[in-house]
Structures are given as structure tokens and as C-alpha cells.
């Protein structure tokens, strides 16, 4: 999922990327198989075996350069076949990059021409039901536009298609079916900039959604259990949750903390492992000091109620979970500029390491994406070195 915080006012979502980063050129991305940083598996539970490899770096864009390139998310469908998307080049030149897993190696797929006036693009997200069936949706400027623009790619396996969102930009998708896409996000006028996006594919087009709350992130299981989480947009500013099943969005409760005085939170991602087992992570800020980062907490919706493990979180912005194959859970953590930490939750305790990196790097992580039916997952992000970048692809498991 992707990295979303809500700044400032109720409703302003905003994707935190590499924000105040120099980049160089644009530079070519290049298929390159990376000489692997391992880091060993954490330490688990006595009477637990770890038989396999810990977290490494696979595969970067280039071996001898920082081009500016990043990449926002990875999507898996199996061992051999997962895409992932961001971005080449700088802020202001920047250029569709996409990336797919062959089960040998990560190659650059050639992006398609996007709408007519684009002047750049990122990619941001990406969801995938089969090989012939991928979604990539991103923003694009249009001539000396500040605010962007929205858009979509579809891959059937032999072609591309492009869906223009206009003024809807997306922050996060899912993919329940082949002909069953969500998307949430913002959408701006000419007298609000922040206003709820939300689309629904049918396997003809796209239709408007009314999703509860001002929805930014989304998991889901299936066609009938999806969830949605948010902000809401009109009166005091509180996390929304929602429930589709497969007819309907229901409005459900929203998780209770108890908080520090002039603190307030909110759902930054949520992902559904079961119909009683739904697990969130949720981002504090501390109006006191400006809406400044204050911790994270855990939360499980276990079929009646929210509940909070106990856990010390106080200096973590957490931002994408997923679960590792095996009963617990992998969790991405901003903690400062340019590096993310990554933690596992494994019977009740927090397990913490740095992401992997080249000598000289730190590891930018972004988005989580477990192999199904194995212990294995994806990451993708970057490495930055003096404030450049290379994009690379991360992995754990064999």
C-alpha cells in the first residue's frame, strides 16, 4: 500500500515520497541483477525454524549510476510473476518506470504513451488478478498545472489501455475480480481541492463510488470482503471505516486508543486476513506541535471491536503491513529522512531491523507484497546515496 499521511487540514492526503531530494538526469533504466545485501532473518520464538533467507536487495536500475528512479509498489501474483511501478528521472522530468518479475529477473516493460498535454508522469500503484490482467494507475502534470492529474493503465497480456481520472487522482486500488477494480483517492474544483475520489470498474468502465469517508487506502479478500479506510470531510475530522460485501459499503467502527492529551490518529493502511481477522496501523500526530508525527499503534478488528497490542511504537510512522505466510506480520516504518526500518510482528512482540543496502546507501522501502501460498515477499523502493536515488526491488524468502 501506499505511504499516506493526512497533513494539515481534515481530508488533505498526501503520498509521502522522497520530498526535498535532489535527483540527477533522468538517466536509462537497465536490467540489472544486483549482488545480493543479505540481511539475516530476526530471531523468533524458541522451537520455530527460519529455513530461509532474510532480507536483500535483488535488483537495482543501475549498477554504476543514481538516475532519480524509484519505485512506489510492487504487486505479486505468484513465484514467477509480479510487476512493480514509480518513476525515472526528477520531480519535474519524471517518467512512467515499470517493472516486471519473469521468475528469472526483473525487466523494464515499455510504458505506454499517456493522455494527450501530459508533460510527466509517476506511477504509484499497482494491482494484478492474473498475467493478463494488471492495473497501473498514476498522476500526470498537464502543462504548468501544480495539482495533478489522474490516470490508468491496463495490461491484458498484449496490450495497453489508458483511462484518463481528470481531476481523480488515486492512492490506492484493489483488484477483486477480473472485472472487479476499486480505486479511492482526491479529487479537486475550482473551490475544493480535497475532495473524495472513488471509482469502480465493472469489465465496461467506470463508475462513480460512494464509498464511506473520505477513503484513501483499501484491502481485500475477495469480490465480497473489502475494507476501506479514511477520513471524514465535512464537521469534526475523524478515521472512517468501511465494509463491502459484495453489494453494498457499510459503515463500521472505527478504532478507540486510548490517546495522550492533544494527540489524534489516523488509518494510514489495513489489510484483511479473515472475516474476523483484520489487522490496521494507525499514525498519531500531535496537534500541540503542529500535527507533528507522534508514534503508531497496531490494531486487530477481531470480529466485534478494535484492539491494540501493547507494543513501543512511539518514534515509528508505520505505513504498509502484510502478513509473512506464517501467523505473523511484516510492517514498514518511516522513521526519518530516506530510511525505513523494517519491523516483524511475530506473537505479540516487535522484532526491528534497517532495511538492507548497498555500502554507502539506505534503504528507501515503500510497498509490501507477500508471494502467495509461501513465506517469501516483494518490496519495492529505492536506494539513496547523497540524496540520489536508484530504484530497487527488495526481497524476503527464497
Known sequence: MPRVMVLGTAGTASVLGLAGLSTVGRGTAVVHQAAETVVKPPGRPSGQKVSQPGWRVVDVTSATAYPGDQLMDVATLGPKEAWAVGSTGGHLDSAPLIRRWDGNSWRTVTAPPLPKGTTNGVLRKV???????????????????????????????????????????????????????????????????????????????????????????????????????????????????????????????????????????????????GANDVWATLTLRDLAQGGTPAGSLLAHWNGKAWVQPKLNLRKDTLFDLAPDGDGGLWLLSFVGPTRTDLLHYVKGKIIRQKAPAKPGTTGDLQSLAPVPGTRSLWVAGDLVHRNHTVAAVYKYGS
Not at 484518463?164 to 487522482?169: A, E, K, P, S
Not at 465494509?243 to 486510548?258: D, E, L
Open 127 to 273: 494491482v494484478a488478478y492474473s498475467p493478463t490482467d494488471v492495473w497501473i494507475f498514476g498522476d500526470r502534470r498537464v502543462g504548468g498545472l501544480i495539482r495533478p492529474a489522474g490516470f490508468g493503465l491496463h495490461w491484458n497480456g498484449v496490450s495497453w489501455k489508458t483511462t484518463d481520472f481528470g481531476g481523480g487522482t488515486v492512492s490506492d486500488a484493489v483488484a477483486a475480480g477480473p472485472n472487479d477494480v476499486w480505486v479511492v483517492g482526491e479529487r479537486s474544483t475550482k473551490t475544493d481541492p480535497f475532495l473524495p475520489f472513488a471509482r469502480h470498474f465493472d469489465g465496461r468502465s467506470w463508475k462513480k463510488a460512494a464509498v464511506p469517508g473520505g477513503a484513501w487506502a483499501l484491502g481485500a479478500r475477495s469480490a465480497k470482503d473489502i475494507w476501506a479506510v479514511g477520513e471524514s470531510t465535512g464537521g469534526v475530522a475523524h478515521a472512517t471505516v468501511a465494509h463491502w460485501n459484495g453489494k453494498k459499503w457499510r459503515s463500521m467502527p472505527r478504532p478507540s486508543p486510548v490517546l495522550r492529551r492533544n494527540v489524534e490518529y489516523q488509518i494510514s493502511s489495513i489489510r484483511a486476513r
